[in-house]
Nanobody
Framework: QLQLVESGGGLVQPGGSLTLSCAVSGLNSVYYPIGWFRQAPGKEREAVSCIDSSGESRYYADSVRGRFTISRDNPHNTVSLHMTTLVPEDTAVYYC???????????????????WGPGTQVIVSS
């Protein structure tokens, strides 16, 4: 059973940067793709990014491509989301989640995420 815990959220000014971390624990956790999602008040949850176990397969939502970078540090069981040029529309609770199946590639709309962290709040405001 995997467990995920997000950290790094907070208040940041527009144009600023923030890095979120997802600590992943559990047996063979490094084999599972990890995704980042966000949900703003009154909006549906949005898939932001995903990275596979090797770090070579990734995807980004159109809304964040070029501004956000996902990475993973398998020896430390951590997946990070580095966010730059933040805008108020990035305000949301950010969640990381693990794919149910190991060794899957990250393919938008095809991954099945089964274990979620509690989330971390990001507020972009002046």
């Amino acid at each position: 059973q995997l467990q995920l815990v997000e950290s790094g959220g907070g208040l940041v000014q527009p144009g600023g940067s923030l890095t979120l971390s997802c600590a992943v624990s559990g047996l063979n956790s490094v084999y599972y793709p990890i995704g980042w999602f966000r949900q703003a008040p009154g909006k549906e949850r949005e898939a932001v990014s995903c990275i596979d176990s090797s770090g070579e397969s990734r995807y980004y939502a159109d809304s964040v491509r070029g501004r956000f970078t996902i990475s993973r540090d398998n020896p430390h069981n951590t997946v990070s989301l580095h966010m730059t040029t933040l805008v108020p529309e990035d305000t949301a609770v950010y969640y990381c989640a693990a794919e149910k199946r190991p060794f899957r590639l990250c393919v938008r709309g095809s991954n099945d995420f089964g274990t979620w962290g509690p989330g971390t709040q990001v507020i972009v405001s002046s």
